[in-house]
């Protein structure tokens, strides 16, 4: 069983940045497709950004240029610059076994069996 615990979020305003952080508790976050996920109130969970053991990372477009993904062994990360308003939701990292084979293009929720509990992000104007 793998547990993700998340944590860095808070309030901050247009154009600043934050870094989230998430923990793996027990295993290590090799051989894992990771994602961040992000959901806010009534709109649906949507895919952030992925990252494979191998290094490779995808972006969805909402995010390209100002959000960075990375990880290391034991923790994976998220990097937030030039934040906007609607950047304003409930952040969750997510991750899958390779095994599984999803390609790094995932970021359908259903495919991710763990999920850390969730941190929010507030961007004010």
């Known amino acids: 069983q793998v547990q993700l615990v998340e944590s860095g979020g808070g309030a901050v305003q247009a154009g600043g940045s934050l870094r989230l952080s998430c923990g793996a508790v027990?295993?290590?976050?090799?051989?894992?497709?990771l994602a961040w996920f992000r959901q806010a109130p009534g709109k649906e969970r949507e895919g952030v950004a992925t990252?494979?053991?191998?290094?490779n990372t995808y972006y969805a477009d909402s995010v390209k240029g100002r959000f960075t993904i990375s990880q290391d062994k034991h923790k994976l990360y998220l990097d937030m610059n030039s934040l906007k308003p609607e950047d304003s939701a409930m952040y969750c990292c997510?991750?899958?076994?390779?095994?599984?084979?999803?390609?790094?293009?995932?970021?359908?929720?259903?495919?991710?069996?763990?999920w850390g509990q969730g941190t929010q992000v507030t961007v004010s104007s």
């Open positions: 027990g295993v290590s976050f090799r051989n894992y497709l």
């Open positions: 997510a991750a899958v076994s390779a095994w599984a084979g999803f390609s790094i293009r995932t970021m359908t929720p259903a495919k991710y069996p763990y």
């Open positions: 990252i494979c053991s191998g290094g």
